[in-house]
């Protein structure tokens, strides 16, 4: 009688583990933040701005970024692509000149 009690709560304890382990990898991954470092590693190595995203030491930014790098792989300029915002470089080169003052 005793081992069916220890078989039952060894299941309901292996089930909540579980249901707490999906929870958690869905709502507080460790790699909800990586793409802010890997871009940041990105900039300081392609660009050398040491002072972007001071969160980390710029060395394990660097790291995080350096297969991406070596790849070929480039930040677009604005950090946005053209493709999610529908904008791209060209549409800002024949842009009137708005810092002319009228007298």
């Known amino acids: 009688?005793?081992?069916?009690?220890?078989?039952?709560?060894?299941?309901?304890?292996?089930?909540?583990?579980?249901?707490?382990s999906i929870g958690s990898v869905r709502l507080d991954s460790a790699t909800s933040d990586e793409p802010a470092y890997i871009a940041a590693g990105m900039i300081k190595l392609t660009a050398g701005r040491l002072d972007f995203f001071r969160d980390q030491p710029p060395l394990m930014n660097s790291i995080s970024a350096a297969p991406l790098v070596a790849a070929g792989y480039e930040m677009p300029p604005s950090g946005r692509s053209a493709e999610t915002t529908g904008v791209s470089a060209s549409d800002f080169s024949s842009a009137p000149d708005t810092t002319a003052t009228e007298s």
């Open 1 to 20: 009688m005793r081992s069916g009690f220890y078989i039952a709560a060894l299941s309901l304890l292996s089930i909540t583990v579980a249901a707490l």
